[in-house]
């Protein structure tokens, strides 16, 4: 039984294919009598050595999850129970256990070391971060902060850091909001987090992005609700397969995740048409559009919605840091309060520190100055990517159309979703970072394709690191 395993950006790599192994046990994607690839097999495929499989498939068979059997070949255990509590963390056993439901859910960790040629999505460029301004303003709330450093804040956010929101994002993205409008949040997935817990009730149903950004996914499926997903062609989400049930739909409309296309404006209306048919919540996430580099952009989906079905949510992570862990969202009156109790009971609020520092940052002028100046270099990296791919990899990829934040991405042409993934892990032995799709996919995905990302590498490491990818893609058999 052959089944997806990756090891992109991992060290343990026998560690690494017992995990994903008895994860796919314990959540039934191999099932009891199913037939492991033999180590070999799965060695090859994998580019590893078969020593490092065998390790693997000796834990697994250690710990019940496979039985061996002469001559025939490695199979999973029918004793293993789908997400049998004691199975399932055989590392943490004990008294207490988690509910089922975080067997399923695990820390991600796929940034874990810098890479030479860095092509993953999602990262800003921190070199070019203007640190010395910041620690500035950093100094400058701690030393403001003085007697009221005791009290607890107002879980709305300070109201200073607020209102520059306001400013900044009627400016550029004709956001209609006040500072009364904004809450304040520990980046994007707590915004997630406190809406779908106002919104939804367990069992719920909340669509999202087929392929999309997989930590929500994680977020709403560990919160109980059911995730529904869609797919997402050239114009954005296909709202004709959007379940009736659904309560919400989280949307990424201006820089789709992965797939990088712009939900147009014919879409971005039936969507809003669909929400009012249905009762439903659309949670807006437009985490990286602030880098535009050309085109005008679309009416976000908030500013076009007269009946109050759109939260929009916002980040700091790619203007600024992902470290810093800031965002906001704004959502109509109607929910207002309920998403102000949802922020107390869960943090009270956001680092009053980081925000007074923020809030600094955007007045004086800096945070503007620093969007202009990596426009510009991000501009100059997209332009560059995207125009050695279609000059050099035609024949092998098909890029799909962006004009907007950190990441372009490509249908493959000529490889399968399988052979992607060797590609993206022959390019991690050359140095080169880079995702496909299967890592934003909640099933494999449809049709195989890569995300080239921007934000990491600098201009002058890109023609180098697109030189060792077309290598890899070059070396893949292609299919009879
Ligand atoms: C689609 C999407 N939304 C939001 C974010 C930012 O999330 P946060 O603000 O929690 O860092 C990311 C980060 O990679 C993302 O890919």
Not at 208 to 233: I, K, T
Not at 274 to 283: F, G, H, Q
Not at 457 to 465: N, P, Q
Request: hydrophobic fraction near 45%; charge should be positive; aromatic fraction near 8%.
């Amino acid at each position: 039984m052959s089944f997806h395993v990756s090891l992109v950006g991992r060290k343990n790599l026998s560690r690494e294919i017992y995990r994903q192994i008895a994860r796919a046990i314990l959540e039934g994607r191999l099932r009891p009598g199913d037939r492991l690839s033999p180590s070999r097999e799965l060695a090859e495929a994998l580019d590893v050595s078969r020593m490092t499989v065998n390790v693997a498939y000796e834990r697994l068979a250690g710990e019940g999850f496979v039985t061996t059997r002469q001559g025939a070949g490695t199979f999973v255990s029918d004793s293993v129970t789908r997400l049998a509590p004691k199975a399932a963390k055989p590392q943490s056993r004990g008294a207490l256990q988690s509910r089922t439901i975080w067997q399923s859910v695990s820390v991600q960790t796929p940034f874990a070391q810098p890479a030479h040629y860095d092509f993953r999505t999602g990262l800003p460029d921190a070199a070019l971060f203007p640190h010395p301004a910041w620690r500035r303003c950093v100094s400058q709330a701690l030393l403001s902060i003085g007697s009221t450093a005791g009290i607890y804040g107002d879980p709305a956010g300070l109201g200073d850091l607020r209102a520059a929101i306001a400013r900044q994002i009627g400016f550029s993205r004709g956001v209609e909001a006040s500072a009364d409008d904004i809450i304040v949040t520990t980046g994007t997935q707590q915004a997630l987090d406190i809406i779908a817990r106002v919104l939804l009730s367990p069992c719920d149903t909340i669509a999202v992005e087929e392929p999309g950004y997989v930590l929500p996914r994680l977020l709403f499926h560990s919160m109980g609700l059911r995730v529904a997903g869609v797919p997402v062609d050239q114009e954005g989400i296909v709202v004709a397969r959007l379940p009736h049930r659904a309560r919400a739909v989280y949307v990424t409309p201006s820089h789709q995740f992965p797939l990088s296309v712009a939900m147009t404006l014919r879409r971005r209306l039936a969507l809003l048409a669909w929400a009012e048919r249905n009762d439903a919540a659309i949670i807006e996430d437009d985490y990286d559009s602030e880098f535009r580099f050309g085109g005008r952009p679309l009416d976000s989906l908030q500013s076009i919605d007269a009946k109050g079905y759109v939260i929009y949510v916002g980040s700091f992570s790619k203007t600024m840091l992902p470290t810093l862990r800031l965002g906001f969202l704004i959502a109509p009156p109607s929910l207002r309060e309920a998403l102000l109790s949802a922020k107390f009971v869960s943090d009270w609020h956001t680092s009053g520190i980081a925000q007074g520092a923020l809030a600094r940052f955007m007045e004086e002028g800096s945070f503007a100055r620093h969007i202009r100046k990596m426009t510009a270099v991000y501009r100059e990296r997209h332009a560059m990517i995207t125009e050695i791919v279609a000059r050099d990899f035609a024949e092998h990829l098909e890029l799909l159309p962006s004009e907007a934040g950190l990441h372009v991405a490509a249908f493959a042409r000529t490889v399968t979703v399988d052979q992607i993934n060797k590609v993206v892990l022959h390019a991690a032995e050359r140095r080169v970072a880079i995702q496909d799709f299967v890592t934003a996919a909640a099933a494999p995905p449809v049709r195989a394709g890569l995300m080239l990302g921007y934000g990491a590498i600098s201009s002058k490491r890109i023609r180098g690191g697109l030189r060792l990818l077309r290598q890899c893609l070059d070396e893949m058999p292609r299919p009879a």
